[in-house]
């Protein structure tokens, strides 16, 4: 056996080789497949990027429509998941409620665990694809009491999304471009984003041949938490706890600071980025239209703006090279969209399942051995049982 040497957080610890996303911290840069995030953002869709993501190569027409199609084709649950999303009190966190379905959507499917094929990973793929839209408007109507409807599958992927969570009962479902190419450009920001906690997490589970829906829930479990997903609701969290506080940036930045005080500027820093988060970039820029073209005026946003402004100026966050990443502007779009706050980590989710996807493939394909992790013990020494009348 070699020697251990712990590395907590795994900061200098590759876990494998992976030629899906690359990423350059220091630069700023982000690409699926080669494909910079910029390019990508602007001119493809979701659905594309997926494809992408999940197989190496931008789909033709033909590879496309059949993606679509399949997925399509497995749009619907089996009914009695109803009975299971009915079960969640109505307060119940979305993110609990969706890591839940999916788990649960292994027991409806058996035949998705066991994929010794190529064929089967599509199979499962698809399915996946094609029902966890469905888990995820369920999720959201349950919370207000709404009908849990199906969407139209002549739809594209994004707009049957929108439909599926906000169609009203006898009511005409008006689409809005303006949400859904918004939606479209932050799934896809969303996408992937190489080896980080949820997909660490998805890459473990898969690697001891659990299915590919056990690995996305522990994937979607671990996404829930404040320092990784779960930033985006405690961001806007934070926005409105600094209105309600008169605006006060400079009371937060200090609380962020102090280093007794376990409050962090939520949506800023990031693990790997230390000059500019690429995805922020983006995003700040369609926060700003996507709100305008909706007429939504936030003062959230301002509130953001000045505290972004007053962050990049301060020495503590200088010196630390803490700058906005993606989850500092997205829920002020979602927000704008209509979308409750405790949803959020939900839409990240759901942009980052062809990612997870992608990540469970490679590492089946490449056939990684299971993923243990060494320790180095610290515990007592050898000693003899205490009796429980002697302790
Ligand atoms: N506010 C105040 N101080 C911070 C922050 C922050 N948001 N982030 C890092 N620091 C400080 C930290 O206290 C430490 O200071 P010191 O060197 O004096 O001890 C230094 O910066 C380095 O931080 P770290 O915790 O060692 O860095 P990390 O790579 O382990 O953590 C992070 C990265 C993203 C978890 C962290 O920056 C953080 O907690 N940010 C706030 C939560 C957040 O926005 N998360 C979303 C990340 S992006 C999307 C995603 O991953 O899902």
Same mark, same amino acid.
């Given at each position: 056996?070699?020697?251990?040497?712990?590395?907590?957080? &795994?900061?200098?610890?590759?876990? =494998?080789?992976?030629?899906?996303?690359?990423?350059?911290?220091?630069?700023?840069?982000?690409?699926?497949?080669?494909?910079?995030?910029?390019?990508?953002?602007?001119?493809?869709? !979701?659905?594309?990027?997926?494809? /992408?993501?999940?197989?190496?190569?931008?789909?033709?027409? #033909?590879?496309?429509?059949?993606?679509?199609?399949?997925?399509?084709?497995? +749009?619907?649950?089996?009914?009695?998941?109803?009975?299971?999303?009915?079960?969640?009190?109505?307060?119940? @966190?979305?993110?609990?409620?969706?890591?839940?379905?999916?788990?649960?959507?292994?027991?409806?499917?058996?035949?998705?665990?066991?994929?010794? +094929?190529?064929?089967?990973? &599509?199979?499962?793929?698809?399915?996946?694809?094609?029902?966890?839209?469905?888990?995820?408007?369920?999720?959201?109507?349950?919370?207000?009491?709404?009908? /849990?409807?199906?969407?139209?599958?002549?739809?594209?992927?994004? #707009?049957?999304?929108?439909?599926?969570?906000?169609?009203?009962?006898?009511? =005409?479902?008006?689409?809005?471009?303006?949400?859904?190419?918004?939606?479209?450009?932050?799934?896809?920001?969303?996408?992937?984003?190489?080896?980080? =906690?949820?997909?660490?997490?998805?890459?473990?589970?898969?690697?001891? @041949?659990?299915?590919?829906?056990?690995?996305?829930?522990?994937?979607?479990?671990?996404?829930?938490?404040?320092?990784?997903?779960?930033?985006?609701?405690?961001?806007?969290?934070?926005?409105?706890?600094?209105?309600?506080?008169?605006?006060?940036?400079?009371?937060?930045?200090?609380?962020?600071?102090?280093?007794?005080?376990?409050?962090?500027?939520?949506?800023?820093?990031?693990?790997?980025?230390?000059?500019?988060?690429?995805?922020?970039?983006?995003?700040?820029?369609?926060?700003?239209?996507?709100?305008?073209?909706?007429?939504?005026?936030?003062?959230?946003?301002?509130?953001?703006?000045?505290?972004?402004?007053?962050?990049?100026?301060?020495?503590?966050?200088?010196?630390?090279?803490?700058?906005?990443?993606?989850?500092?502007?997205?829920?002020?779009?979602?927000?704008?969209?209509?979308?409750? $706050?405790?949803? !959020? $980590?939900?839409? !990240?989710?759901?942009?980052?399942?062809?990612?997870?996807?992608?990540?469970?493939?490679?590492?089946?394909?490449?056939?990684?051995?299971?993923?243990?992790?060494?320790?180095?013990?610290?515990?007592?020494? @050898?000693?003899?049982?205490?009796? /429980?009348?002697?302790?």
């Amino acid at each position: 056996e070699g020697v251990i040497t712990i590395d907590p957080g &795994y900061k200098n610890t590759g876990s =494998c080789e992976s030629a899906i996303t690359f990423l350059d911290g220091e630069k700023g840069i982000l690409r699926y497949r080669g494909y910079s995030i910029e390019e990508l953002a602007e001119k493809a869709d !979701f659905l594309e990027v997926a494809y /992408l993501l999940i197989f190496g190569e931008l789909p033709t027409k #033909e590879q496309n429509d059949k993606f679509h199609n399949d997925i399509k084709a497995q +749009s619907i649950v089996d009914d009695d998941v109803r009975k299971i999303v009915d079960a969640f009190p109505k307060t119940a @966190h979305p993110m609990g409620v969706v890591a839940s379905l999916t788990s649960a959507l292994t027991a409806f499917n058996p035949s998705s665990v066991n994929v010794n +094929s190529e064929e089967d990973m &599509y199979k499962a793929i698809v399915k996946i694809l094609g029902k966890f839209p469905v888990l995820v408007a369920w999720t959201y109507r349950r919370k207000f009491g709404l009908p /849990l409807d199906y969407g139209d599958n002549s739809l594209g992927y994004v #707009e049957n999304i929108l439909k599926m969570m906000f169609s009203q009962p006898n009511a =005409c479902y008006v689409q809005s471009k303006i949400l859904v190419d918004a939606l479209d450009k932050l799934l896809i920001l969303h996408a992937d984003h190489e080896q980080n =906690c949820s997909t660490s997490t998805v890459r473990i589970t898969g690697s001891s @041949h659990a299915g590919l829906f056990a690995s996305l829930s522990a994937g979607i479990s671990a996404l829930w938490g404040p320092l990784h997903g779960g930033a985006n609701q405690a961001v806007l969290e934070m926005l409105e706890a600094i209105k309600a506080d008169d605006g006060d940036t400079k009371k937060y930045m200090a609380k962020a600071k102090d280093k007794d005080d376990p409050f962090r500027l939520m949506g800023f820093g990031h693990r790997v980025y230390k000059n500019f988060d690429p995805r922020a970039k983006i995003i700040k820029k369609a926060a700003d239209e996507v709100l305008a073209n909706l007429g939504v005026e936030d003062p959230i946003l301002d509130i953001a703006k000045g505290l972004e402004k007053e962050a990049l100026e301060d020495q503590y966050f200088v010196d630390r090279k803490l700058y906005p990443n993606v989850d500092f502007y997205s829920g002020i779009i979602y927000r704008g969209m209509g979308i409750p $706050t405790d949803m !959020f $980590t939900v839409m !990240f989710a759901l942009g980052r399942l062809p990612g997870w996807i992608a990540q469970w493939r490679e590492m089946r394909l490449n056939k990684e051995p299971i993923g243990r992790p060494r320790q180095i013990y610290v515990g007592a020494t @050898h000693r003899p049982f205490v009796p /429980l009348d002697k302790r």
